[in-house]
């Protein structure tokens, strides 16, 4: 089974920051990664596929990067509105698994 | 647009089945596509419970295997989740997704809002 470590598990921004979160796998899951945001009482949102694409119709603030165990995902100039709750997903093999989530927070 | 809709009971007896149906609107569920089942317990992170194809054969998590039942009804354009011998570790916001076209080894969007489930007498 492929353990996902997702940090910081919490973050508070300011508008127009640059935001890291990272999620880091117990074994190579070459591009392998997603990322989602959700937002409470909301569906998760798909926003970046395989590592790095940029799903039709996110934002391009939003961006994906890694490869094998390491990967981020990055918002560039975050807005108040990207205040939510954003975990990781691989689907390199059974069973898929999840990061344990970062909060953001927007001051 | 697709879009899906978990329904079932908020509150389950200890040792009882939880029984949940995932409506799908939007998309024919007998076009295609796997469908799966995710959960996350109060605090903690999601755990994915398994998946179906449209034709029913089905991927489960190992940790649940011995539990679940996934299964699907085309003609009712739904699929559903039963989980026995539930405890009070099995309390949890469900989620319902659409998985792959062709493997259960894809990513899954969209999601349903879930649903939560609390086991207790």
């Known amino acids: 089974e492929t353990t996902l470590t997702q940090s910081p598990a919490f973050m508070s921004a300011t508008p127009g920051d640059k935001v890291n979160i990272s999620c880091k796998a117990s074994q190579d899951i070459d591009d392998d990664m997603n990322w989602y945001q959700q937002k409470p009482g909301e569906a998760a949102i798909f926003i970046i596929q395989e590592a790095t694409t940029l799903v039709p119709g996110i934002p391009p603030r939003f961006s994906g990067s890694g490869y094998g165990t390491d990967f981020t995902l990055t918002i560039n100039n975050i807005e108040s509105e990207d205040a939510a709750y954003y975990f990781c997903?691989?689907?390199?093999?059974?069973?898929?698994?999840f990061g344990g989530g970062t909060k953001v927070e927007i001051k | 647009q697709v879009q899906l809709q978990e329904s079932g009971p908020g509150l389950v007896k200890p040792s009882e089945t939880l029984s949940l149906t995932c409506a799908v609107s939007g998309y024919s569920i007998s076009s295609g596509y796997y469908w799966g089942w995710i959960r996350q317990p109060p605090g903690k992170g999601l755990e994915w419970i398994g998946s179906i194809y449209h034709s029913g054969s089905t991927y489960y998590n190992p940790s649940l295997k011995s539990r679940v039942t996934i299964s699907v009804d085309t003609s009712k354009n739904q699929f559903s989740l039963k989980l026995s011998s539930v405890t009070a570790a099995d309390t949890a916001v469900y989620y319902c997704?659409?998985?792959?076209?062709?493997?259960?080894?894809?990513?899954?969007?969209?999601w349903g809002q879930g649903t939560l489930v609390t086991v207790s007498s």
């Open positions: 997903l691989q689907h390199d093999n059974f069973p898929l698994t």
């Open positions: 997704a659409r998985g792959g076209v062709l493997s259960p080894l894809v990513w899954f969007d969209p």
